[in-house]
């Protein structure tokens, strides 16, 4: 019975299919969502990861609409969100965005919420908001620079990826570690369990 159940994970980002490996889950599916991601007016860090991960899951949902081999699927989403106090920092596309994020980041502490937004077989929707604080040393404008030209800023929130050199900024975190890097893997562990999908099955295949 277990073993025919499937998990779609409705995302094009490789961190979130390493960490579900990480905890043993290789999804059946995966299926990138390209939404507008741009936040509404005023709109609290939390409410966008809450509101980006249903939109994910949901266009999903309506993506494999008329493919029964998916009807009584799991389909899982996440969307991460950086933040200092209520400004939202953009997942830059050009240098200087990242470059403005590293500046603003630079001796502070931030926010991390990731929204989770799981789809149950009988369609029910499951939600949970996860957050993590970090603080980054004081960052020189040579650490900022070679920083820059790594490269590992392009497709992340905040222009950082806490689990490749940033990793080395972080003077303090309190909270998921995973969830910085996309998916808090306690939370989203334990939601699929409470749905009733069998994870431990999933180890006990090895
Ligand atoms: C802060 C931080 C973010 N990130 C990544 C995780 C996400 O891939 C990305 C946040 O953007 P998201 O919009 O949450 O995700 P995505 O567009 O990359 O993927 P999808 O919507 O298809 O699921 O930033 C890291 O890898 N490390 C970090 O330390």
């Given at each position: 019975?277990?073993v025919t159940q499937?998990?779609?994970?409705?995302s094009?980002?490789?961190r979130r299919?390493?960490?579900?490996?990480?905890a043993?889950?290789e999804?059946?599916r995966?299926?990138?969502?390209?939404?507008?991601?741009?936040?509404k007016r005023?709109?609290?860090?939390r409410?966008l990861?809450?509101r980006?991960?249903a939109?994910?899951?949901?266009?999903?949902?309506?993506?494999?609409?008329?493919e029964?081999?998916?009807?009584?699927?799991y389909?899982l989403a996440?969307?991460t969100?950086?933040?200092?106090g209520?400004?939202?920092l953009?997942k830059?596309?050009?240098?200087?965005e990242?470059?403005?994020?590293?500046?603003?980041?630079?001796?502070r502490?931030h926010?991390?919420?990731?929204?989770?937004c799981?789809?149950?077989p009988?369609?029910?929707?499951?939600?949970k908001?996860?957050d993590?604080?970090?603080?980054?040393?004081?960052?020189s404008?040579?650490d900022?620079e070679s920083?820059?030209?790594s490269?590992?800023?392009?497709?992340?929130?905040?222009g950082?990826g806490i689990?490749?050199i940033?990793?080395s900024f972080?003077?303090?975190?309190v909270?998921?570690?995973?969830?910085?890097?996309?998916?808090p893997l306690?939370?989203?562990?334990?939601?699929?369990?409470?749905?009733?999908?069998?994870?431990?099955a999933?180890?006990l295949?090895?």
């Amino acid at each position: 019975m277990t073993v025919t159940q499937k998990l779609i994970l409705a995302s094009g980002s490789p961190r979130r299919v390493e960490l579900l490996a990480q905890a043993g889950i290789e999804p059946a599916r995966l299926l990138p969502m390209d939404l507008d991601e741009t936040p509404k007016r005023a709109e609290h860090p939390r409410s966008l990861a809450r509101r980006l991960s249903a939109e994910k899951a949901k266009a999903a949902l309506a993506a494999i609409k008329g493919e029964p081999a998916w009807d009584g699927s799991y389909i899982l989403a996440a969307d991460t969100v950086v933040c200092v106090g209520r400004r939202i920092l953009p997942k830059p596309e050009l240098i200087g965005e990242a470059s403005s994020a590293l500046h603003l980041l630079s001796g502070r502490s931030h926010r991390v919420y990731t929204g989770i937004c799981l789809v149950t077989p009988d369609r029910t929707i499951r939600q949970k908001v996860v957050d993590t604080k970090v603080r980054f040393k004081r960052l020189s404008g040579y650490d900022i620079e070679s920083y820059l030209a790594s490269g590992q800023w392009r497709g992340k929130a905040g222009g950082y990826g806490i689990q490749g050199i940033a990793g080395s900024f972080v003077v303090k975190l309190v909270g998921s570690y995973t969830n910085v890097v996309g998916l808090p893997l306690y939370e989203t562990v334990n939601l699929l369990i409470g749905e009733g999908y069998d994870v431990h099955a999933r180890w006990l295949e090895g």
